[in-house]
């Protein structure tokens, strides 16, 4: 009977172990849950992972600060601020959501848990586009135009995607001629940046945050034959830069009347603003067993 038993467990410990299964106990809201996942890219900011389906990735968001000419994470200092990945996953997740909701199309598919979401696995083009309402860092610098002011039209910037050269400003020339995108990639590129430029800063307004300029990536996916660009990577405080234009009508306490200026503690407040702080939000956020 003992001696049944025990070959029984080894039979189970060996079948699993031919087929390949991992016992490795689900670990909540850590890099190590669901490790048997395949690694696909480490960066900065997010791990990927293979997604359950071909033609998907699950992007896990960690607390390290994203570090950006354009728009650097603001209060986070280049250092990990703990907490920054649930709350990038919350943003992105609320922007991406709702531009999918009026037809602009991204990669965004579901949130999983707190740290992680179900995205569209795309071709990412070789260059980041932003887009500047405001005067504001390099462009200030640049053309000796003082922060904070209004540009008179959004202007859309491409930047080769390359940290090594310090992320170089190209022009619709050379992406062109080194065949990066086609000048129909690029219509389309813009027509997107523009799209999302409107959705933000409509949304960042209603709750008195003033969207300077942001940065966004770009994807193709293939429905069939049909090529189409959409958003991808992430849309948070790391590639946004936002200014606070609450409380500037009231002088403080030496009568000063407060100047627009970045927004403080910028993941939690916008977080707060918009209503989707981790506290907030009902519905379950243990990890979800996808694969
Ligand atoms: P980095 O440090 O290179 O900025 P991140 O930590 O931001 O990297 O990780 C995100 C990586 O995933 C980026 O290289 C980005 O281009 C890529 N990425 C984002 N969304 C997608 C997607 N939908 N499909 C494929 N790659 C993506
Ligand atoms: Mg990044």
């Not at 909540?28 to 990735?57: C, N």
């Not at 569209?120 to 200030?140: C, K, Q, T, W, Y």
């Not at 027509?191 to 770009?218: H, Y």
């Amino acid at each position: 009977m003992a001696l049944n038993l025990a070959a029984g467990r080894r039979f189970h410990y060996d079948a699993r172990r031919r087929a390949g299964v991992q016992y490795l106990p689900p670990q909540r809201d850590s890099g190590k849950f669901m490790a048997r996942r395949k690694k696909v890219y480490e960066g900065k900011a997010k791990i990927l992972y293979e997604g359950p389906e071909p033609g998907t990735l699950i992007q896990y968001f960690k607390d390290d600060a994203a570090q950006s000419e354009q728009a650097p994470a603001q209060g986070a200092e280049g250092k990990g601020l703990e907490g920054k990945g649930v709350l990038n996953n919350r943003l992105s997740e609320f922007f991406m959501a709702g531009l999918n909701a009026i037809g602009v199309p991204t990669h965004f598919m579901r949130r999983l848990n707190m740290r992680e979401q179900l995205v569209r696995m795309a071709e990412i083009l070789p260059v980041d586009v932003v887009v500047r309402n405001f005067a504001a860092g390099d462009i200030s610098q640049r053309l000796g135009i003082p922060e904070g002011t209004a540009l008179p039209r959004p202007i859309v910037e491409y930047y080769y995607k390359d940290e090594k050269l310090g992320s170089p400003m190209v022009a619709e020339e050379h992406i062109v001629a080194f065949g990066w995108a086609n000048q129909q990639d690029l219509d389309d590129m813009v027509a997107l940046a523009l799209r999302v430029n409107d959705f933000l800063s409509g949304v960042m307004l209603g709750v008195g945050v003033r969207l300077m300029d942001f940065r966004i990536e770009v994807g193709r996916i293939w429905e069939g034959d049909y090529m189409r660009l959409i958003v991808a990577d992430e849309i948070s405080p790391d590639n946004c830069r936002l200014w606070d234009l609450r409380g500037l009508e009231t002088p403080d306490r030496e009568g000063q009347v407060r100047e627009p200026g970045p927004l403080n503690d910028v993941y939690t407040e916008l977080a707060r603003r918009l209503g989707v702080l981790p506290s907030n939000v009902t519905h379950t956020t243990k990890p979800t067993l996808i694969n």
